[in-house]
């Protein structure tokens, strides 16, 4: 019995920590998701769905074949999307839209960085950027692309203002 109390604990504590607490406000809205499945791995402290997954909260939407949620000591350490391609889409406070796919999609909580493996795009407006490996660190703002971990040339595609 308390095994699985401790499991049940564990899968609700990956599900309140999917996102930053910056957006969990208590005014936020909900995390949901939806999939064919979903696997808790207790030692690995990691909560995996697969099958056709959909997660939305507000404006966000993530879709991928999985999505594994892992925590470290309580707290949220990293989400793992992956797909053909994984894909999110949200809309900024200004009402820009921001879309991004990658055949793999991480969010290391800790370190705020977000990374787009394998064929990744990064849209924001009509702007876009295009490269195998694309990291934004979320709390500095800084954007890195291609280099000694990508095996393909940065595209870079830039609308002029209207």
């Not at 099958?51 to 925590?71: D, H, I, P, R, W």
């Not at 924001?124 to 393909?152: F, H, T, V």
């Amino acid at each position: 019995m308390f095994r699985e109390i401790s499991r049940l604990r564990l899968l609700l504590l990956s599900l309140s920590l999917l996102l930053p607490a910056a957006v969990q406000a208590a005014s936020a809205p909900p995390v949901k998701i939806s999939a064919d499945s979903l696997e808790l791995d207790q030692k690995a402290q990691s909560t995996t769905y697969s099958g056709n997954v959909l997660l939305t909260q507000g404006e966000m939407k993530l879709t991928a074949e999985s999505l594994t949620v892992f925590v470290t000591d309580g707290k949220l350490g990293s989400i793992e999307a992956r797909g053909n391609p994984a894909r999110f889409d949200t809309r900024l406070d200004d009402g820009t839209n921001v879309s991004g796919e990658a055949g793999k999609i991480r969010f290391d909580s800790s370190a705020g960085l977000l990374t787009l493996i394998g064929n990744g795009k990064l849209t924001q407006g009509r702007n876009r950027i295009e490269n195998d490996y694309i990291e934004y660190d979320l709390n500095r703002g800084n954007l890195k692309a291609g280099g000694s971990k990508a095996k393909k040339r940065v595209e870079v595609i830039f609308q002029p203002a209207e």
